[in-house]
């Protein structure tokens, strides 16, 4: 913990389970100007202690859960899920803590950018609950207010959702995983059956993750590579669901500057030159290294590794998160090459004269065959992502961690 932080509060705890597993649970409020931080911030822990209780009986193991210091955003507009992740992760290296649930007024959108109550990332072990909508009330009535019981049931209700997705629970057709939907009626958290109570116990017993002091940077990367080591279905899951390599669709800055540069070198007699004349092997090696540096490039140079900040401890957990995000955008450099490879080919087949390349003086052979066309468009196609990676990059920082760490909906 900063020593220019005030300790975190405790205002939750389940102790009946197991004395040997505990969950340790960072909770904070990101409020908007105007918003009373202490009105949102009783709130918060309201529903984290009703939240608690359910899952401590649930999981049979021991729940603490800590309140630290809000903190007040620039501004009352619309917020992705992933741009509490900075504070998140800070959170959860100083706690330690094994997840972390954030409360705030701002409104959340979804990637599809719909308005949802609340998102969470099994990954990275966050949820972020949003009070916008439990507060919104039927149209000609006052809008609800925080202490009203319908908005604390709800919003613990919907916190427990969360949680559960974070315990890599599913959506169910009952019970506390079922798809959250506001009632004005509810007064309590909905039940959890037996078989998600099954899959919860055995995944809050895996919780508490690994730390580590590494020391210098091979230190921390021998220690991310055994985190992943450790967990490699978790990885592969995060990025079976990412589906990393139609990123490049969601981020026109990074497409355009890589096939803008590629429309003009198509065209160059020097790179056909070179294409031509490249061998198989050198072509293929020079795509993987170039699509390699471009993903490392961008993952440093818009640094985002987690935390932002340095820490003496680094846990198992962000350790994931940042082997995962790599990559995902490793798959979106992969993706990006395909997408400018593909728009090579086009041009070569079908826009180019058939035998404008045979009668290219430079040429000893006058043949150029598909294979030669193929290597060609491989070879601009690697100039592009690298140009893509140098002078695109990405729109946001926090863009790839809101397309590929958070689910969709609730």
């Known amino acids: 913990m900063s020593k220019s932080q005030a300790e975190p509060a405790l205002v939750a705890a389940e102790t009946e389970g197991a004395s040997d597993l505990r969950v340790d649970v960072g909770v904070f409020v990101a409020h908007a100007p105007g918003t009373d931080p202490d009105r949102l911030s009783s709130f918060a822990s309201q529903v984290a202690a009703d939240t608690v209780e359910a899952f401590g009986a649930a999981t049979e193991v021991s729940w603490r859960c800590f309140l630290e210091s809000p903190q007040r955003l620039p501004d009352a507009d619309r917020r992705r899920p992933s741009e509490f992740l900075d504070r998140a992760t800070d959170e959860m290296a100083e706690g330690p803590y094994d997840m972390v649930a954030v409360v705030t ?16 990332s099994p990954l990275a072990r966050v949820a972020v609950l949003s009070t916008r909508n439990l507060r919104r009330a039927p149209r000609g009535e006052p809008t609800r207010r925080l202490d009203d019981g319908a908005v604390r049931w709800n ?17 169910a ?52 590579g055994a985190s992943a080591a450790r967990n490699p279905s978790r990885v592969l899951r995060a990025l079976g669901n990412s589906r990393a390599p139609l990123l490049p669709l969601s981020l026109p800055k990074l497409s355009t500057a890589a ?24 072509a293929a090696l020079f795509a993987a290294v170039s699509v390699l540096v471009a993903a ?54 079908v826009v180019f004269p058939p035998n404008l390349m045979s009668n290219w003086p430079s040429l000893e052979d006058p043949v150029v065959g598909l294979v030669d066309l193929v290597r060609t468009g491989a070879f601009i196609s690697t100039i592009g992502v690298l140009s893509g990676a140098l002078a695109g990059g990405l729109e946001s920082r926090t863009i790839v961690s809101h397309l590929t760490l958070f689910l969709d909906r609730p």
Not at 110 to 120: I, T
Not at 184 to 198: E, M, N, Q
Not at 275 to 281: F, I
């Open 296 to 349: 490392l490039y961008v993952f440093f140079a818009q640094k985002l590794a987690f935390p932002r900040k340095r820490h003496r401890v680094v846990t198992e957990q962000t350790a994931l998160v940042n082997v995962t995000v790599f990559l995902i955008l490793l798959g979106a450099m992969v993706g990006l090459f395909a997408v400018v490879w593909s728009v090579m080919l086009v041009i070569e087949l």
């Open 173 to 224: 057709d009952g019970g506390v995983m079922a798809p959250f939907e506001f009632a004005a009626d509810r007064r309590s958290i909905p039940p959890i059956d037996a078989d998600v109570a099954a899959q919860l116990r055995r995944i809050a017993g895996e919780i508490p993750a690994d730390e580590a002091t590494p020391r210098g940077p091979l230190g921390r990367l021998a220690f991310h």
């Open 155 to 171: 919003g613990a209700a919907l916190l427990a959702h969360l949680v559960g997705h974070v315990l890599g629970a599913r959506h």
């Open 105 to 120: 007024d701002a409104p959340l959108v979804s990637r599809r950018e719909r308005f949802v109550p609340g998102l969470a």
């Open 259 to 282: 096939v803008a540069p590629t429309l003009v070198i198509v065209f160059s007699a020097e790179s056909w030159d070179v294409g031509v004349h490249m061998g198989n092997l050198t």
